[in-house]
Every structure is written in structure tokens, then in C-alpha cells.
């Protein structure tokens, strides 16, 4: 018995010993796995608990939220720059619809769309917002449904802005917030009502019920199934599914509104497909009431305030629904003066109510753009083309002191009495030639003369020894930029807007410092939230630049031979430059001789500067030229609106900053950038260009006298005029509207060079003492 015992004894030990080594694997990876579970749930909790933290955190920031912004109109309020309404889009007298007067084939048409699970949620739908994301996965929404609910969709109308700036975890966490409690403090019926009664649909129209009128001329309750559905799917993109303007997207969109809705289940399957049989257009009404009903929205303010839209819209605002408070750089007293100058009798006599003006005037010294014209007598066209942004013209000669003469000083450091050469000039590589504006060569003058009388053959052949690379750097830091590269030709005519050129002639008045041009100076959203903007000041040009150019530029108002003469202004201190375009040659028979397509006066003072175009849309019609007579309205609609901001602000001269030189030139004051005295060689020669028709003159000659090179011969035969050449058309029309035969006395077109004192008249300018420097 006892040798049984300790044989047991004996195998219960062996296994004792061998159980612990059996499981202790296993037992472990559990242990692991716990550990492991165990973190990850704690992270989450930890996420959770925290998101809720910053969710309740935000949330105490939230907007208060009334029955009256849920039910109001949303419309953007415009204020001028003394804070005065002078618009509201989307102000209209709507037509406000109650709960029982709604078809409940609407509320299930709109709840099918925008909310499926309406009824069912809070406010805020989890489950919706989990759907939302695995549809536009899958592609199975039919593009109905996103995260946000109605009742999101309606707070977000009424509190927060819809700019996509604004779309950030904080106004997401307050929306939904301010969801909840609409949720709980408001029935569905009354949601829903809110919402019917708030959504844009298109064309300045507020609410379901207005549209309905808008669009059908009926009441919502006299809609039938498909006239409703459309509706409940145009808030979307109300633009676009405008049955009058798209109707294959408009019907796109109401049939996927109808399927949406037989999907759930109120309506059936045949009645949908009853209702899709249905034309768009049934229905529709020709006539339209009109929405706006707010007095001061006038045709004084259109091409502004669509310029204000085109602005908020650049910077992410939804001008339509935002309920947005603009204010703009817009100076009233100016903007009305500028359209009554152009649509009245009282200070310019127009050739007809075709003849069309675009203008834009321009702080210097900030860059708010005080006031704009569009058009004139623009009849009932609401927001139609703006003429003083458009960049289909050509700017003509108002482009030298940008392109030509400006980066010459900057970088060649022209003095304003360098020699340039007004002798036969043929575009390098082509057979066309250049003419000025009498068609004659005055050989040999000063920049000073050449841009005050607008000579366009000295003017390119500067910008041939400025390089098209340096002039193109200059007119960047000037805010113009283009898709193709520029040429010689464009020395004397760059497609630019009176806007960017208002603002570029700003820099000339200011000292040198560019400003981008803008209207908006702060809008303020719904959630109370202000957004200040202004334009950061660059650096385009030396103070000397600027300077010398502005001294140069006022002789074209008050040289005798100066091409501005119409638009000086007496004891005014200003300068500014003028511009025509040609017609073509394979056109200009049909004109007669002076004719221009279009006509350019751009001028500043140190507190304003005005750009002005005018023309005539279809250039090309008959009778659609501006004759030579005409070409002064420019300069004269720039006068009489100068004239009136002169009268309410300061006149004071330009000083000489300390980089500059004065002296004296054939008894007229000249300037030269200290330390350049003498003249630059002109190197068209072997310009970039290649072999042109001009000579060099001495490089930094140490005789102060300007004198011109006597005797100058055409010995290339690309540069003698020839019966099988091809004539450039003229830039720039007689100075101030004179006769081309008052420059008698100058060479002509067949005539060697002459000597300036001889060949041009003694520009007197106005004589400024200085009382310091200016850098």
C-alpha cells in the first residue's frame, strides 16, 4: 500500500511541475490584449471627454439666436464711407408665408431634400452626418444630403456668415449649439415656416412664397406637384437651377427632388414620374415683379456697387444670404457729381447717348476708390457691363509715362531734359512705320517736350533703350500684369482699366508708393464678427521718379503746345496725361482723318487721381468714332469732376525730394536724379531690338546745354519712308484738340533736324519754391 502511495505521490509531483509551464503563454497575450483595449478605450473617453470640453467651451460663445433673426430677411446692408445706407440687396417686400398657409406637399418636398430625418432629430443628427459622409463615399445621396440638418441649415442663415474663411470647428460647434436650442425652443412646423420664409431663390428673391409669385405669378397653394418640387430644390444653387435661365439643370435638380421624395415614401412612384413628365417651363410667367423696392439703390451707384459684389464674392462673402453690414471707400458727394457730368447737359455736350464713358477716381494715398462710372445712359440695365474695370482697350498714350518714360528715369536715369530722338522710325523686323500725330519729325527734343506734346516715336524709341524686360518689372510693381508678353508697341497703348490706371497715376501723386486699388473697407457678419480690409503700400518707383514725371506731366495741361489743355484748372496744382487710339489702316478710310476709337484723360492732384475712357462700345459701327473735336470730353469730364473734389480738400504743390537736382535749360526749369547731370547714350542701336534708324547721342555729356544733332540722315533703307511701307496708326490725336498746322514752324516729314530752340515752343512751368525735402 505504501509503494502505491509514493508512486501517486511521485506522478502528482512530475504534473505539479508541469502545469505551470502549460497555460503561462496564453495567459499572457490576454494580458496584453487588456492593457491594450484598456488604453484605447481611455484614449477615446479622453477624446470624447475633451471634444466635449471644446464643444460646451465654444458653445458659451455663442450668438444669441431670436424669433426675430430667424424670421428676417438676410439682405446685405451697403454703408458709404460716412456710414450712410446707400444699398441693401436683397431687400424686398416679401411675401411672407404662415405655417397654414404652406402645402404640406411643399414641407415634404423640402424635408425630403434638405433633412430626411427632420422629425426624428435634435437639431443636430449623428446619424445623418455618419450618412452623409458614406453616401458621398458611395455616390448614393443623389446629391440631396449632407451633414448639416434644416434646422442647421436656417440657424446658419440667420447668425453666421456663409463665408468659406468663416467655416471653421468653432462656428461648426456654435452652429450646432444654436441648433439644439432652436430645436427645443421652437416647434418643427415653425422651423420649417423660418426656413420656407428665409432661403434665397434667385434673381433678388427671398422665400418660397415670393418666388412662387416671382416665378408663376400664383400663390404657393395654387402650385401643383412639380412647380412645388422646383422650388424646394432650388435654395441649393438658386442661380443655376433658375428655370428662366437653365432649365436643363432646373429640371435635373426638381426630378432628383421627386425621386427623393417617392424614396421617402410621400409620394408614390407614379406620381413622380407623373410629375417629371412635366415641362420645366409650364407655368412659368413672362413678366417679373420687380424685388427691389429700396429708393436708394439708383443708377448713381450701379457700376460701384456691383464692383463692392464682385470684391465680396472675390474674398469667399455669399452677398445673398450672408446678412452682411459693407462698408465701402465710396464717396456719395463725388459719385453723384461724376453721374451727372456724364448724364447731363450741364457740363459736357455728348454726340450722342451711345457714347460711352468709364472712369475711376482714386485716393493716392491709400488706395480706396472713392467713386466709379460704369456707363452712361444705361436705361433700365441693372449691373450691366462696367466700363471703368474693362481691359479691352487700348489706353494709348496714357501708357508713356508708365511703360516708356517712368522706368527710363528709375533705371537709365533720364533727366526730364534728356535728348530723345523724334526722327522716321520703323518697328524693328516689320515694314511699319511710326508716325506722331501731325505726321511729322521735330529731329531732336527733350523728354520734357516729348510727353507734354505726346510725341509717340520718342516715346518707343525710350522704351526700345529701356528694354521691354525693365518696363514690364516697372508696370508689375504698378499692379498690372498681362498674359503675353509685351512689345515696342505697347509704349504707346498697354489694355488696362481706368481702375489700374487711376491707381498707377496714384504713385506719381503720392512719391512713388503703389496701392492696390478697393472699394471694401470692413464688412461686419451676421454673428456681429468685423473684417477690416485696407491696401498695404510697395514701393514701385524712386521719389525722384515720381517727381520728375509729375513735373513733366503738368505742361500738358499748361505748355502752350500741351496735348491737355481742356482739362487745366486754374491755380490747380496737377499733372496728367492724355491719350487716343487710331483706327487701324485697313480701317481708317472709312473715318474721317483725326478719328479715334477711343479717348483717354488721366490726371491727378496729391489727394485724388481720375482716370477717364471714352468711346464707343462697337467702335467699328458706323458713325461709332470719336471725331477729333470729341477727344476733349475726356479731358473735360476729368476737369469738372476734379474741380469739385479740388473744392473740398487741400492744394498743394509737389517738393523736390533730395535725390533731385534743379537747373535751368534753355530758360526752362529741368530736373535731373542727383548725381546724373548729363544725358544717356541712346543704345537702340544695338538694342535688343537689333538694328534700328537712330544715332547715339554723347553718353553723360558734361555741357549742361541741351542741343540736337544737326543734319540727321535716313541712310537705312528700313527706315526710309517708301511706298510699300506699312503706316502705324497714330496714338494720339492734335494737343488739346488744336490744328496740326499750328506747328508750322516745325520740321516736317521731309525736312533734316532742327535745332529746339528753334523748332519747339518754351514750355513755361509755374515756379515752386521749395521749402523742403520730400523723400
Do not use: C
Not at 509729375?550 to 496728367?576: F, H
Amino acid at each position: 500500500m505504501s509503494s502505491n502511495n509514493q508512486t501517486r505521490q511521485t506522478r502528482m509531483s512530475r504534473n505539479a511541475e508541469r502545469k505551470p509551464s502549460g497555460p503561462k503563454q496564453p495567459h499572457t497575450g490576454w494580458r496584453t490584449f487588456r492593457r491594450i483595449l484598456f488604453v484605447i478605450v481611455a484614449i477615446v473617453v479622453l477624446g470624447l471627454l475633451a471634444g466635449a470640453g471644446l464643444f460646451f467651451f465654444y458653445a458659451q460663445s455663442a450668438p444669441k439666436i431670436t424669433a426675430g433673426a430667424l424670421s428676417s430677411d438676410t439682405s446685405t446692408r451697403v454703408y458709404d464711407a460716412n456710414g450712410q445706407v446707400i444699398s441693401r440687396l436683397g431687400a424686398q417686400n416679401r411675401n411672407y408665408v404662415k405655417n397654414k398657409n404652406i402645402p404640406d406637399t411643399l414641407k415634404k418636398a423640402v424635408v425630403s431634400t434638405e433633412d430626411r430625418r427632420f422629425y426624428k432629430n435634435n437639431g443636430v443628427d449623428p446619424i445623418r452626418i455618419m450618412g452623409a459622409a458614406f453616401a458621398n463615399v458611395t455616390g448614393s445621396s443623389l446629391g440631396m444630403q449632407g451633414g448639416s440638418t434644416l434646422t442647421q441649415q436656417l440657424v446658419k442663415l440667420s447668425v453666421f456668415s456663409t463665408a468659406a474663411s468663416d467655416r471653421t470647428l468653432k462656428r461648426k460647434a456654435q452652429e450646432a449649439w444654436l441648433a439644439l436650442k432652436v430645436d427645443h425652443d421652437y416647434s418643427k412646423n415653425q422651423i420649417l415656416e423660418y426656413y420656407i420664409n428665409k432661403v434665397y431663390m434667385g434673381n433678388g428673391v427671398y422665400g418660397m412664397q415670393t418666388a412662387a409669385q416671382y416665378y408663376y405669378g400664383k400663390t404657393l397653394k395654387h402650385l401643383n406637384l412639380a412647380q412645388l418640387a422646383l422650388l424646394a430644390g432650388m435654395p441649393q444653387s438658386p442661380t443655376n437651377y433658375d428655370p428662366t435661365t437653365y432649365p436643363a439643370l432646373a429640371k435635373k435638380r426638381r426630378d432628383l427632388v421627386l425621386e427623393a421624395m417617392a424614396k421617402n415614401n410621400v409620394i408614390t412612384e407614379a406620381q413622380a414620374q407623373q410629375a417629371e413628365a412635366t415641362s420645366i417651363t409650364a407655368g412659368l410667367t413672362k413678366t417679373h415683379k420687380s424685388t427691389s423696392t429700396n429708393p436708394k439703390t439708383t443708377k448713381v451707384i450701379d457700376a460701384y456697387l456691383k464692383q463692392v459684389y464682385a470684391e465680396l464674392k472675390s474674398k469667399g462673402y455669399n452677398t445673398t444670404t450672408g446678412g452682411l453690414k459693407v462698408y465701402t471707400n465710396l464717396d456719395m458727394g463725388a459719385q453723384k457729381r461724376l453721374y451727372d457730368i456724364v448724364n447731363g447737359t450741364a457740363y459736357v455736350s455728348f454726340p450722342s447717348d451711345k457714347f460711352q464713358v468709364g472712369s475711376t477716381i482714386v485716393n493716392p494715398n491709400n488706395g480706396k476708390v472713392v467713386a466709379m462710372i460704369g456707363g452712361r445712359k444705361t436705361g433700365n440695365v441693372t449691373f450691366g457691363l462696367n466700363r471703368a474695370v474693362q481691359t479691352d482697350r487700348s489706353s494709348a498714350s496714357t501708357a508713356k509715362p508708365l511703360m516708356d518714360y517712368g522706368p527710363a528715369i528709375e533705371h537709365l536715369y533720364y533727366p526730364t531734359y534728356e535728348p530723345v530722338k523724334d526722327t522716321a522710325f520703323t518697328y524693328p523686323g516689320t515694314n511699319k512705320s511710326l508716325y506722331d500725330w501731325d505726321r511729322r519729325y521735330q529731329g531732336t527734343i527733350t523728354m520734357r517736350k516729348a510727353l507734354v506734346e505726346s510725341r509717340n516715336i520718342p516715346a518707343v524709341r525710350t522704351l526700345q533703350n529701356v528694354g521691354i524686360k525693365r518696363a514690364t518689372s516697372f508696370l508689375a510693381g504698378l499692379g498690372m500684369t498681362f498674359d503675353k508678353t509685351l512689345t515696342l508697341q505697347n509704349g504707346i497703348g498697354l489694355y488696362i482699366s481706368s481702375e489700374q490706371e487711376a491707381a498707377a497715376y496714384a504713385a506719381f501723386a503720392n512719391g512713388g508708393t503703389y496701392y492696390k486699388p478697393y472699394l471694401v473697407s470692413k464688412v461686419v457678419t451676421q454673428d456681429g464678427k468685423a473684417h477690416k480690409y485696407s491696401s498695404t503700400g510697395k514701393k514701385a518707383m524712386s521719389a525722384a521718379t515720381a517727381f520728375m514725371l509729375t513735373d513733366m506731366m503738368k505742361g500738358v495741361m499748361t505748355s502752350a503746345n500741351g496735348s491737355g489743355r481742356s482739362a487745366a484748372i486754374s491755380g490747380l496744382y496737377q499733372a496728367g496725361k492724355t491719350g487716343t487710339d487710331s483706327y487701324p489702316d485697313d480701317y481708317a478710310n472709312k473715318v474721317p482723318d483725326g478719328a479715334t476709337m477711343d479717348s483717354w484723360f488721366t490726371g491727378y492732384t496729391k489727394n485724388y487721381a481720375i482716370s477717364v475712357w471714352t468711346g464707343y462700345d462697337k467702335q467699328f459701327e458706323t458713325g461709332h468714332y470719336v471725331s477729333e473735336t470729341q477727344t476733349t470730353i475726356a479731358q473735360e469730364i476729368y476737369k469738372y469732376e476734379m474741380s469739385y473734389l479740388a473744392s473740398k480738400s487741400t492744394n498743394t504743390d509737389w517738393t523736390a525730394p533730395s535725390t533731385v537736382t534743379e537747373t535751368t535749360q534753355n530758360g526752362t526749369k529741368e530736373y535731373y536724379i542727383t548725381g546724373h547731370a548729363g544725358t544717356v547714350a541712346d543704345t537702340t542701336a544695338t538694342s535688343q531690338y537689333g538694328s534700328t534708324n537712330t544715332t547715339s547721342s554723347s553718353a553723360y555729356s558734361s555741357n549742361s546745354q541741351v542741343t540736337t544733332n544737326s543734319n540727321t540722315t535716313q541712310a537705312s533703307s528700313s527706315t526710309t519712308e517708301s511706298s510699300t511701307s506699312k503706316e502705324s496708326s497714330s496714338t494720339e490725336q492734335t494737343p488739346g484738340g488744336g490744328n496740326a498746322g499750328d506747328d508750322d514752324d516745325n520740321t516736317t516729314s521731309n525736312s533734316t533736324s532742327t535745332t529746339e530752340s528753334s523748332s519747339a515752343t518754351t514750355t513755361t512751368q509755374k515756379s515752386t519754391k521749395t521749402n523742403d525735402n520730400d523723400d
